[in-house]
């Protein structure tokens, strides 16, 4: 969003090749941020009364009350809060959002534990654990020992990308690299993977709070 590039590599890696690999990967490099570039810039968030959030890819509006509980429910098309009496207007914008937070990763992780259990039955592998983290870049993730962990804010996405986003990281208990073999089993499972892979690549990045 600022312009700025983050390159990881490993330590024992020397700044000549650093410099080698930029360079071959320039072309590459310069295509994604204008790319990015020419994308819409988002509106960041004011937690307002009213205002819409993502959630399975459809929008819900936010209803905040004064009645307990204090915390996000699904009521019918809206999420409501109940926001504690003691909370000042100054506070109440990231007291919002800590409650926002909780609501999604309680709810995805719920989700992707049901998706990746029926999922793993399909493909053929058990994996050792399933989690949800706060991810800037990618997903999910699938470990040599097989914990898999995904990105939170996918609960924001249609029911059908999370479920692209399962598959890819079950995928990797069988090929743990992105080779052809290892594509074969994505479609073998998911005939429209490419469909979902493309929304992501696309419209991810409106999947944030």
């Not at 590039?5 to 024992?12: D, E, H, M």
């Not at 990967?25 to 819409?52: D, F, H, M, N, T």
């Not at 990308?161 to 990797?172: A, F, G, M, Q």
Request: glycine share 6%; hydrophobic share 35%.
């Amino acid at each position: 969003a600022d312009g700025l590039i983050q390159l990881r590599v490993p330590q024992s890696i020397s700044k000549r090749e650093i410099e080698q690999l930029l360079e071959r990967k320039r072309r590459w490099i310069e295509g994604k941020v204008a790319l990015q570039s020419a994308l819409p810039r988002l509106q960041p968030k004011q937690y307002l009364k009213g205002e819409q959030f993502l959630y399975l890819g459809k929008e819900y509006p936010l209803q905040l009350t004064s009645d307990f509980p204090y915390r996000v429910t699904l009521q019918g098309d809206q999420l409501l809060l109940g926001v504690k009496p003691s909370t000042s207007l100054e506070q109440q914008p990231q007291w919002i959002k800590k409650q926002l937070t909780a609501w999604y990763r309680e709810q995805a992780l719920q989700r992707l534990q049901e998706r990746t259990a029926h999922f793993a039955r399909v493909v053929g592998v058990k994996p050792a654990s399933v989690v949800v983290r706060t991810y800037r870049a990618r997903w999910g993730s699938c470990s040599s020992r097989g914990d898999i962990r995904y990105n939170w804010k996918l609960i924001m996405g249609p029911a059908e990308v999370i479920d692209y986003v399962v598959v890819h990281e079950l995928c990797h208990l069988l090929e743990h690299n992105h080779s052809p073999a290892y594509w074969r089993r994505v479609e073998q499972f998911m005939p429209d993977y490419r469909e979902q892979r493309e929304w992501l690549k696309r419209s991810g990045r409106i999947l944030s709070l």
